[in-house]
């Protein structure tokens, strides 16, 4: 900088902090969103007596969360309501289920600390205001309250939303799954999905699948419908894909490979609910005649048609997307040139991991992995997680060279949102990628098959 301050006197520390505070706000908000929906969608289902995919599930969270109810859809209900109630609190107000969802000791730590966070989305709102222009000039504070907007993010943005689609969608399953460009299949109607809001699809995944519906793709030429995954929603699929073998083809890509996964010609569909449904989607959905539709529109697309999901309006958004679809499938298909390389990624992808499966797979308790960290045999595990990105060599690049190095000095990786997308297409998830480990991982990998 040429002056040490700016013109209304922040300096370097305070300007620094308010630009973080401000994206960690926005971040915030977006998971926030996200779980919001989720549990609207639990509402609606317990309300009207809707499927409840794994009542174990419900009854495990519920007795986790100290909620009651006679039956499972008044549990539904009362769990929903206890998510809501503390989003919704002003932000003097601490959220009840934090201490919950958090380890203990740590929740002291945060309690001290005076972090706890208030209603998740006054803690949003405030995060905005504080760092407007000459609002907030405290950089410690606002660091603070980044860290407030961290906890309510992971444990309600992230962990709660998983759990509460546990519910609604089925629990994960560890199993092999096919992955990339070969998962479409050019026989059928394929919708690709981008966002981060499996719960807005319970009724679409069942529906397509349905004699009518099937029949209805038959009499267009299709052998029926395919949800194609693509981004995170693409990977929750996946995760859940024990339960939708038959609608869902697998996770063809991350975010960024959403837009060559539209360019191979046979994708019909785009419907979308949240990021990232990248705008370079667009031109290329104009130019190949992919009809766009989205249900949410915090991310909405200008060329898309907007069709608002909520659980009530379910049937009508469904029929939306069939019927847009088969006119889509009918308009395009003989019109527009399909290219679908058949040997982009693999069919023995380890998927299905969440933390009861991981203990299941290790009979029922951890102590198997943590006697192996503990003798040294494996180094540590490590999380490489979150959005891919471009920097650093290239799409992917980063993240997969930084697996392979990471394995091959005996450290377990553990990788969740679009870096599973690019790890998983290059075989870094699937058995064969033991060749790559260090002599201890290798072996324990070998051993257990994976
Ligand atoms: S992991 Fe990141 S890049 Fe991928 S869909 Fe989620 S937010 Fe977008």
């Not at 909620?67 to 503390?86: P, R």
């Not at 890509?253 to 370079?280: W, Y």
Request: proline residues 4%; charged residues 20%; glycine residues 10%.
């Amino acid at each position: 900088p040429k002056t040490p301050k700016g013109i209304c006197g922040a300096d370097a520390d305070t300007l620094v902090a308010r630009n973080l505070l401000r994206a960690v706000a926005a971040g915030s908000g977006c998971y926030i969103h996200i779980v919001e929906n989720t549990a609207l969608n639990l509402r609606a289902i317990g309300e009207s007596g809707g499927p409840i995919k794994s009542p174990a599930a419900l009854d495990r969270l519920a007795a986790h969360l100290g909620v009651s109810g006679t039956g499972l859809h008044e549990k539904a209900v009362n769990v929903a309501n206890a998510v809501l109630s503390d989003l919704y609190l002003p932000r003097y107000e601490t959220m009840r289920l934090t201490e919950k969802m958090a380890y203990a000791p740590r929740y002291a730590l945060w309690d001290k600390l005076g972090i706890l966070p208030g209603g998740a989305k006054s803690e949003v709102f405030d995060g905005v205001v504080k760092s407007s222009t000459n609002l907030n000039s405290d950089p410690v504070d606002m660091l603070m309250h980044c860290l407030t907007l961290g906890i309510s993010t992971g444990l309600y943005g992230l962990t709660m939303t998983n759990l509460l689609n546990d519910v609604m969608l089925g629990q994960p399953v560890i199993r092999s799954a096919a992955v990339g460009f070969k998962t479409i299949d050019p026989r059928y109607i394929n919708i690709m999905i981008t966002g981060h809001q499996h719960s807005c699809f319970t009724d679409l995944q069942e529906r397509l699948v349905a004699p009518d519906a099937v029949r209805r793709a038959k009499a267009a030429g299709a052998e029926g419908f395919r949800l194609v995954g693509c981004t995170c929603v693409g990977q929750d699929l996946q995760l859940r894909g024990e339960h939708y073998q038959e609608v869902f083809t697998g996770h063809a890509g991350n975010n960024f490979t959403s837009e060559a996964v539209l360019a191979t010609g046979a994708i019909d569909m785009v419907v979308s609910e949240f990021n990232c449904t990248l705008p370079g989607l667009e031109p290329i959905a104009d130019k190949l005649k992919i009809k766009m539709i989205c249900i949410d529109d915090v991310s909405k697309k200008a060329n898309a048609e907007y069709a608002r999901y909520s659980y009530q309006d379910r049937e009508a958004v469904t029929e939306k997307v069939v019927s847009e679809a088969i006119a889509s499938y009918r308009a395009r298909r003989g019109d527009v040139k399909m290219n679908i390389p058949a040997d982009h990624g693999n069919d023995d992808t380890l998927t299905g991991v969440s933390e009861l499966s991981l203990k299941e797979f290790l009979g029922g308790a951890w102590k198997p992995l943590v006697d192996l960290i503990a003798s040294g045999t494996i180094k540590g595990v490590v999380g490489v997680v979150g959005c891919s990105s471009m920097v650093s060599g290239g799409h992917d690049v980063l993240t997969v060279d930084l697996v392979k190095e990471l394995i091959a000095r005996d450290i377990i990786v553990l990788s969740a949102g679009c870096s599973s997308g690019g790890l998983e297409n290059c075989g870094l998830m699937s058995p064969s990628a033991a060749g790559l480990a260090g002599p201890s991982l290798r072996a324990v990998c070998e051993k257990l098959g994976i």
